[in-house]
Each structure stands twice: as C-alpha cells, then as structure tokens.
C-alpha cells in the first residue's frame, strides 16, 4: 500500500470499477457527505449491473431532502436513472411523499430493479461487522417483522434476536471533509454518518476529499478514519457546478427534472 | 353517544398542541430521539426549566434549534434532513454508533408517528400497503432499542378509520414495546390489563374516544381533560 494515496482526477480513481461491481454510497439522504464527483465519473465511464448499498435509494435530487435553497446536487439516482443499478440495499429507499417519484421507485415499479430493504441501524451495523471481520450478529431490530423473514432467530436474556450477515463491498465511495495524503481522514457535522463505516468494509476505499494537506496536517487525536482502511484520495475541486443537478439535467438533454 | 359522522367533525387537539401534551412526558435530563412530523414539534413545547439531550440518527448529540433561514449547512441535518444550528456541546458520530446507542439502552424516550398501534403495545410505521414499498429508516431500531416509547398520531386515519386498532393490519415496525400514545382526542397507556384511556381533549367523552378506538379501552378512574 502506498504511503502517498492522492490520485490525481477522478477518471483514475474509479477507472477498475467493474460491471456487476457492489459499491457504499455515502449519503444520509442529501448531498451532505456525499462523492458526487465519484459518481459523476462513473456514471460518465458507463459500468453496468452495480449493486449499491446506501441509506436510501436517491431521494436527495427529487424530494429535495437535505437540499439547501437552490442547490441541488446529483446523487446515486443517475446511475440508477440510466439502467447501470441490478440492484440496491437501502434502509430509507424512497421518498416520504409518495408524489415525489424518484428515478429508483419509477424503475422499481418497472420490474427493473432489486430491492433488499434494510433498518438503518441493521445496515450500519452490517458493515462495521464487514470491516471488522465478524461474520454475523444477532440484533433485536427488526424481530417479529417483515424483516426477520426467513432468518434464524434466536431469545437472548428472554428477547427474539435476529441473525444479521456482515456486508462487505468491492468498493466504498467516500466523501471527507479533509484528508492527509496517507488517506487519515476527517468529517464534517452530520455528514460522517455511513462514510466512517463504509471506510472500513470495502476492498477499495476511494475518497473524495474537500481538502488535502501533507501528512502530519490533522490532528492524530481527532482522526475519524484512520489511513490503514483508505486506498485513493482525489482531491474535489473547489467549483462544484458540475454535480449540481441543474447542470446534470442539461447535460443528459431535455429530459425534464422531475 | 353521538353518530360516527358527527364525531368525525368534533374539534380535536391540533399537531401543536398534541406535541404540547407529549412533551410534558420529557423528564429534565432525559436523552430524547424524536421521528419526523408531530414528533419533531415536541422540542418547541418542552416546559421551562426542563433540559433535554437530542439525539438524531443522522450521527448528532446535543443539537439546538433549526439553523436560521439562509444559514442552513447540508453537513448538519437531524433525520427529517432538516438543517440544524451549530451550538456548543454538540458531538457527532458515524452510523454503527448512532444506532449502538439506541440499542444498547442509551436514548431514554423515542417519539415516534404511527400508522396504527395494537392494543398489545404493537406498532406499525413504516409502509402503507398500498403503496407497496416504504422506509424503514431508522425507526425499528429507535422501536427496538429506545427505553420508552411515546406514540404521537391522529386518532384516526383520513378515512376515518381507527388507527388503535387490535391487531396491526400493516407491516410491524415492533412488537409490544409502545408505553404510552398522544392522540389528538386521548391520552392512552399501555397496562398489563389493556389500553387505558387517562385523558381526553376537551369536549370530548370517554364513551366517543372509545367509538372511534378498535379495541376496548379501560378507563382510568380519575379520567381528565388533557390539561398543559
């Protein structure tokens, strides 16, 4: 593993993404947190058949959640929207408002896509077992429900548990708001949420970083992410007018934003 | 008692002062989650004097109010994905820890919105059948893990069905774990012996909250008017 992980553009940082390849994607929900120019790039490349694993399916560019007035970012939804998603692991997969039809319901509704839905803790805590090496775990979430269906289930101090697998990932699209060359990384706010976990549980961790400083530039006692869990870091340009949605629309033609 | 139709007109508790009524619940000191909707409105309605620990699954602890119009910043949501105000005190973590410290006994009371809650304590808010798909989010584990949970809703649904019901129709968010639900007509607890039916909105009757409630209420012997 090389010491110095900063790679250069984002055309090489995603360039051995795979068709059929199972990527993290950051995101609670909006843009906060979120590698949107990772996404961009891939989406530019072209793969296919991508399992992504992410909080919601895309609700960020068509609810409008977590959008501040007037700047809406691109999200996983382009990927979707465009045939390149088999298959999606979510907790939060659609909007709240059923008016609001994201480009994932639309293609669900369609047959075209798959969709495993997951409670958000149950997610997050799969993937820190993915990272950490533990196989499965029995939670209580989730027990006497949908979905405890069709898993083992077991009373622990007198409570039903319920046994959840580790996920892993070929990839982890993370998005940091500074990192050192060697890949230590810090967040911002809210927006550490999934990226902290995803960091740790994918065979390649690719980071999108709001700044980059040599190594010894952070603070080793307020490190989130320590370098040994990171592959690549590109640093994210300063003007972000290529992933807001405005500019995606225009860019895939007359195709009215919903 | 009064025919269905007219009940189904008679003032109920608006989301204001129904989140008025839950937040009396919040003891000083406690560590509160709260769900999106009427759940959210508690914090405005917390009696003086009294200090709470929010906690939101999108990674945050100890948050203050709404960020101010123009000062929104998309790296500090609360769950809902709205923009909170950066106060002193506040700590953030990843994902894996936001949902450690509901399950691991950590967040004393979730509010939470409900489609219907059963009278065994059941409860049902994460997808309407009809539309076929739904979010769960974080609300099982909040469900699962938190030490009490309080309902909020509207006692009935648009079409003026029961949403206290015997048995949840729609899909389970949790088994037997609601303690307590604020509606806009009542105030009901869970008990060993059933549902029992502490307090009513003003104007109303224990005889109409129970027209309009699917399974028997027990009625506590000093019944009142919801009172803030």
Redesign the interface.
Known sequence: MPLDKVVPDFRQAVADVFDGASIFVDG??????MAQFLLLTLWERGVKGLTLIS?TAGIGMTAG?????G?AYIDHSILIENGRVKKIIA????A?N?SRVTPF?RA?RQGKIE?E?????????R??AGGAGIGAFY?????????AQGKETRAINGREHVLEYALTADFAFVRA?RADRAGNLV???????????MATAARVTIVEADEIVEVGGLDPECI?TPCIYVDRVVPRPKDDTPVLAETYYARVGARAKP | MADMASLLEKPRLDRDTLAMRAALEMPDGAVVNLGIGIPTLVSQYVPEGRQLLYHSESGVLGYGPMADPGQEDMDLINAGGQFLKWVPGMAFFHSADAFAMMRGGHVDISVLGALQVSEKGDLANWMLPERGIGNIGGAMDLAAGAKRIIVTMEHVDKKGHPKVVRECSYPLTVRGRVSLVVTDIAVLAMTPQGLLLKEVAPGWTADEVQALTEPRLLVAPDLHEITL
């Open positions: 609670f929900g909006g843009p906060g947190g909080n959640f977590g959008v501040p007035g700047r907790s939060f997969p659609v709240g059923p319901e669900f969709l839905v997951v409670p958000q803790g149950t997610l997050a805590e993937i820190r939670t209580p979430t989730g027990a006497g429900t949908l979905v708001a967040y911002k706010g809210s927006s550490r949420n999934f990226n902290a976990v989130i």
